[in-house]
């Protein structure tokens, strides 16, 4: 992708804003913002066209609609306990008054948003500009958080959008490269980068309980320690041991303050308020990016990685800590890093990551391509084995429920009746499942289930004799303690290869037709 740089300048102590250097974020781009801060979301809700902006978390979405800065944009936040009707209702009212549509949004949330466009009949794809704030969270959370990338299906389908990230990892999407996306780099022409002390220990208890006297002896006035730390777990023993525990908050998810609140402990939040500050702060990785944390002071920050306690604590410098440091609009003073590296976990250079991730790539696309090549036939064998057994429990219960004597005729009135429910929970599951026939027209469903129903009343037929037949034969050995069972499996297995023969063959060989 071709890389475009804004000069950005400080000017009398202050940093300038996005919006001085690039008045609209343009489209088709992955904006580097570099610095925190810099407006990237401000500059979106101000601009004058219809806006859908995607934030990885609630408390920006809380921040940005509370913010006085935006009282008069028309912002409505989309999270949970927020509907589609409520979003439909406000579309309706913006329109009305001839306003700009200004949607900030969870990933999860985004789904609402494309349901009451299509309610209201509104090409939401030609009509908004779609921003992703803080995209690198896209990639660093989609292992324990799928639904993170329930947008891009549709990101691509936008007429008008952009990433956006002051720690942008760079994905590597061909879609990018085809709908000619640039990166814009905003370049500061002043020093910005902030040194962290690193710690390196095997305890980081024993290392915090240091370091701490060490932070407030070199405090010239008082102020708050914030801590990032991704373990409510670990943040409540820490808080326990190091006896700060009536002197701290905790900023953190929903679930997890209600966890701390089982615990005993009192002061956990959801959201950042600054009504809640108390000496020392101690953030999850809700908090690390897209969140304005306004203090008067400026904090010294600890980062905490524990991997012994759990994986997910640990904390990239070049993200993780460059985001956290960067929610603290007044500044930061010192910054300290306490690590216990696991020693257990494999360290590979730049090449040997390429390298590794290639592999990954190499494997996951050679499973893609058997998986597409052969689903139509895995597809059908799950759903054959499942119409089997609809056949089979239907086949036992009645076979044991019949008031009929004689026993082959008991075994062939309720192979009949297990075929009827067989073939009905084979056709829809075929036709959604297997062939992918999207027509629901009657006319066409009606011809397309009688060729169904009549192909497989000629593997009915081989069935219903075949099973009796088998039995009268002497097959008629137990299986599963059941008379005929046995008979039963070996004529299943003859008919559902002819049943995917004529469904391939005759029934539904021209899927790509029937699209409504």
């Given at each position: ?95 009305a008054a001839g306003k700009f549509i200004k949607l900030i949004s969870t990933p999860e949330g985004f ?366 050995q137990k299986f599963l303690g059941i008379d005929g069972m046995f008979s039963k499996v070996l004529v ?25």
């Amino acid at each position: 992708m071709k890389t475009e740089y804004k000069p950005i300048y400080k000017i009398a102590g202050k940093i300038q804003y996005l919006t001085e250097v690039l008045p609209q974020i343009e489209t088709n781009t992955i904006l580097c913002k570099t610095l925190t801060g810099l407006g990237a979301t401000y500059s979106e809700i101000k601009a004058k066209r219809h806006s859908v902006i995607i934030v990885p978390n609630v408390p920006p979405i809380i921040g940005k609609c509370k913010d006085p800065k935006h009282k008069n944009d028309n912002l409505f936040g989309v999270k949970q306990g927020v509907t589609t009707e409520e979003v439909i209702d406000y579309i309706e009212k913006t329109l009305a008054a001839g306003k700009f549509i200004k949607l900030i949004s969870t990933p999860e949330g985004f789904t609402k948003i494309k349901r009451a466009f299509e309610e209201l009949e509104l090409d939401i794809y030609n009509m908004c500009f779609f921003l992703s704030d803080e995209c690198d969270k896209l990639i660093k959370d989609v292992d324990y958080r799928a639904d993170i990338i329930l947008p891009m299906d549709d990101f691509f389908k936008f007429r008008e959008k952009a990433f956006v990230s002051a720690t942008p990892i760079l994905p590597s999407d061909p879609h990018f490269e085809s709908q000619g996306f640039k990166i814009v780099e905003v370049q500061p022409t002043f020093d910005y980068k902030r040194p962290i002390s690193i710690v390196q220990t095997n305890n980081v208890l024993e290392a915090l309980k240091e370091i701490l006297p060490q932070i407030k002896a070199q405090q010239e006035q008082p102020r708050s320690v914030c801590f990032f730390a991704n373990s409510v777990d670990m943040i409540h023993q820490l808080m326990s041991k190091l006896g700060i525990e009536n002197e701290s908050a905790v900023f953190c998810a929903e679930k997890s303050v209600e966890k701390l609140k089982k615990k005993g402990f009192k002061r956990a939040y959801e959201h950042w308020n600054s009504k809640h500050k108390m000496p020392y702060m101690w953030f999850t990785c809700r908090f690390y990016t897209a969140v304005d944390i306004e203090l008067e002071e400026q904090p010294d920050i600890v980062f905490v990685t524990e991997p012994y306690f759990a994986e997910y604590t640990i904390i990239d410098p070049c993200t993780d800590a460059v985001q956290a440091i960067g929610r603290f609009r007044n500044g930061t003073s010192l910054a300290i890093h306490v690590v216990n590296a696991n020693e257990n976990y494999p360290i590979r250079t730049k090449a040997g990551i390429k390298e590794y991730l290639k592999g990954c790539r190499d494997a996951y696309k050679t499973i893609k391509n058997l998986y597409y090549q052969y689903k139509e036939i895995i597809m059908y064998l799950i759903m054959g084995v499942l119409t089997t057994l609809v056949n089979w429990v239907v086949y036992a219960v009645t076979v044991r429920a019949l008031p009929i004597s004689g026993e082959v005729t008991k075994v062939a009135v309720a192979n009949v009746i297990a075929w009827i429910a067989g073939v009905i929970f084979a056709y829809f599951t075929n036709k959604i499942w297997v062939f992918e026939s999207y027509s629901w027209k009657l006319k066409f469903v009606l011809k397309e289930m009688s060729m169904f129903v009549g192909a497989r009343l000629i593997t009915g037929c081989i069935e219903w004799l075949g099973v009796p037949a088998l039995v009268k034969l002497g097959l008629n050995q137990k299986f599963l303690g059941i008379d005929g069972m046995f008979s039963k499996v070996l004529v299943s297995v003859i008919v559902v290869i002819l049943n995917y023969v004529f469904s391939k063959l005759l029934i539904f060989k021209n899927k790509e037709n029937q699209a409504d």
